[in-house]
Antibody, heavy 117, light 112 residues
Framework: EVQLVESGGGLVQPGGSLRLSCEPS????????MSWVRQSPGKGLEWVAN????????YYADSVKGRFTISRDNAKNSLYLQMNSLRAEDTAVYYC??????????WGQGTMVTVSS | DVVMTQSPLSLPVTPGQPASISCRSS???????????LTWFQQRPGQSPRRLIY???NRDSGVPDRFSGSGSGTYFTLKINRVEAEDVGVYYC?????????FGQGTKVEIK
C-alpha cells in the first residue's frame, strides 16, 4: 500500500522551530513534485509549499515565506519542512502530499503542530 | 493571489438525490501549457483529504462515477449524481495553475 507518513509535530513556543519529516512507503518520491498543506483546527485547507522533483524550484505561501523551508533528500526518499519563527497562527495539522497534475493525489495522515506558550 | 470562491458553503442533501457545488476563480485557470489545473478534494470527518477530480474533469482511480467535474476558465462545478451517506464531508476546490496555489473555503455536505 502506498502511503506517506509525517512526523516531527508537537508543542513549541512562539518564536521556536520545528522540522517536519515525510517518509513514503511503497513510493519513490524522486520523480515527483511534493507539497505541504496545512489545516488549522476547525478550518479549511491551506497550501504551504511545493518542491520540484530535483529540488531546483520551491514555492511558498506568503504566510510562511522567509520562515519555512521545504527540502527533500531523494537519496533518503524523504521530504522535510523546516519551520522557524513559529507563530500561534501556524498551529495546524500539516500534511505532506505527492503533487501530480496540480494537486495532491496521495496524502499523509498529518502531524499536529501547536504553537503556544 | 487567485481567490477561489465556493458555493454553497453548506449543502444538506437527501440520499439518492443529486448535488452540485460551484467554484469560481478570480482569474482564468488556463495554464500556459494549455491545461487547467482545477482539482476537487473530499475530506470526510476525521480523515485526510482525498483527491476526487484533477484537471477539471478527470476522476481519480477508485472514485465512484457518480462524481463528475466540469467547467472552464473561471467557473467550475462538482456534481454528485446520487448522494450516498458516505459522501458526507467537506469538499474543496483548489487551483494549481498559479503560484501560490489556493483553495476554496470548503462546502460542507450533510445528509438531511
Amino acid at each position: 500500500e502506498v502511503q506517506l507518513v509525517e512526523s516531527g509535530g508537537g508543542l513549541v513556543q512562539p518564536g521556536g522551530s520545528l522540522r517536519l519529516s515525510c517518509e513514503p512507503s511503497g513510493l519513490t518520491i524522486s520523480s515527483h513534485w511534493m507539497s505541504w498543506v496545512r489545516q488549522s483546527p476547525g478550518k479549511g485547507l491551506e497550501w504551504v509549499a511545493n518542491i520540484k522533483e530535483d529540488g531546483s524550484e520551491k514555492y511558498y505561501a506568503d504566510s510562511v515565506k522567509g520562515r519555512f523551508t521545504i527540502s527533500r533528500d531523494n537519496a533518503k526518499n524523504s521530504l522535510y519542512l523546516q519551520m522557524n519563527s513559529l507563530r500561534a497562527e501556524d498551529t495546524a495539522v500539516y500534511y505532506c502530499g505527492r503533487d501530480i497534475f496540480g494537486g495532491n493525489d496521495i496524502w499523509g495522515q498529518g502531524t499536529m503542530v501547536t504553537v503556544s506558550s | 493571489d487567485v481567490v477561489m470562491t465556493q458555493s454553497p458553503l453548506s449543502l444538506p442533501v437527501t440520499p439518492g438525490q443529486p448535488a452540485s457545488i460551484s467554484c469560481r476563480s478570480s482569474q482564468s485557470l488556463v495554464h500556459s501549457d494549455g491545461n487547467t489545473y482545477l482539482t476537487w478534494f473530499q475530506q470526510r470527518p476525521g480523515q485526510s483529504p482525498r483527491r476526487l477530480i484533477y484537471k477539471v474533469s478527470n476522476r481519480d482511480s477508485g472514485v465512484p462515477d457518480r462524481f463528475s467535474g466540469s467547467g472552464s476558465g473561471t467557473y467550475f462545478t462538482l456534481k454528485i449524481n446520487r448522494v450516498e451517506a458516505e459522501d458526507v464531508g467537506v469538499y474543496y476546490c483548489m487551483q494549481g495553475t498559479h503560484w501560490p496555489k489556493t483553495f476554496g473555503q470548503g462546502t460542507k455536505v450533510e445528509i438531511k
